[in-house]
């Protein structure tokens, strides 16, 4: 099965400045999609940002990137420049491949706090 | 960007009854949609996953006969939680996967069962 593992239940970062979220998982496939959401208080699932695993680049999205470490396995997200607005739950997520329907394998999220 | 909405948005029902909640693609076809559970500041869990004109594959543990999933165009999937209990309180999500395999969610139910 693959794992996605969450270690931090809350973070906290003060405005305008830069904090990590870190995610790892599991997978004996070579090819897979990685994914950041954002869950506000509204419960409506939020992309952040994608990163295909063949692709060495990290990804980034404006505030947001990612550092992907491959061989680690590893998949943590950089937010610059916090906002009040960006406080919210942060799921790291797993695609599954096609032969399981592309579902998303889900980590237990990371509360983040954002302080004026 | 493409929506996906739910309904309804929020439900409370009395326990042994069963309860249909819709999961729509508004604005695109899904030929895969999934349904998920979130308990209160948990993860979402994957529960099934409905492809449009078959049956539904469930995740191990989940009762099939109790969660009725329905796929029956590809814009709706329907979720019908039968006889149900408190313990089947809950958030429930769907996501529908669109043709360039990325998924949008909806804006989830909440299911009260008294």
Redesign the interface.
């Known amino acids: 099965a693959q794992t996605v593992t969450q270690s931090q239940p809350e973070m906290s970062v003060q405005e305008a400045e830069t904090v990590t979220l870190s995610c790892t998982y599991d997978t004996s496939e070579s090819d897979y999609?990685l994914f950041w959401y954002k869950q506000p208080p509204?419960?409506?699932?939020i992309?952040v940002i994608?990163q295909e695993a063949y692709k060495q680049q990290n990804a980034t999205e404006n505030r947001f990137s990612v550092n992907f470490q491959k061989a680690a396995k590893s998949f943590s997200l950089k937010i610059s420049d916090s906002q009040l607005g960006d406080a919210a739950m942060y799921?790291c997520a797993y695609?599954r491949p096609s032969n399981s329907?592309?579902?998303?394998?889900?980590?237990?999220?990371t509360s983040l706090l954002v302080t004026p | 960007g493409a929506v996906v909405s739910q309904h309804p948005s929020w439900v409370i029902c009395k326990s042994g009854t069963s309860v249909k909640i819709e999961c729509r693609s508004l604005d695109f076809q899904a030929t895969t949609m999934f349904w998920y559970r979130q308990f209160p500041k948990q993860s979402l869990m994957l529960m099934a996953t409905s492809n449009e004109g078959s049956k539904a594959t469930y995740e191990q543990g989940v009762e099939k006969d109790k969660f009725l999933i329905n796929h029956a165009s590809l814009t709706l999937s329907t979720l019908t939680v039968t006889s149900a209990h408190p313990e089947d309180s809950s958030f429930y999500i769907c996501s529908a996967r669109h043709v360039y395999n990325e998924q949008f969610f909806g804006p989830g139910t909440r299911l009260t069962v008294l």
């Open positions: 999609y509204s419960r409506q699932m992309l994608r799921f695609r329907g592309y579902a998303l394998n889900f980590g237990k999220g």
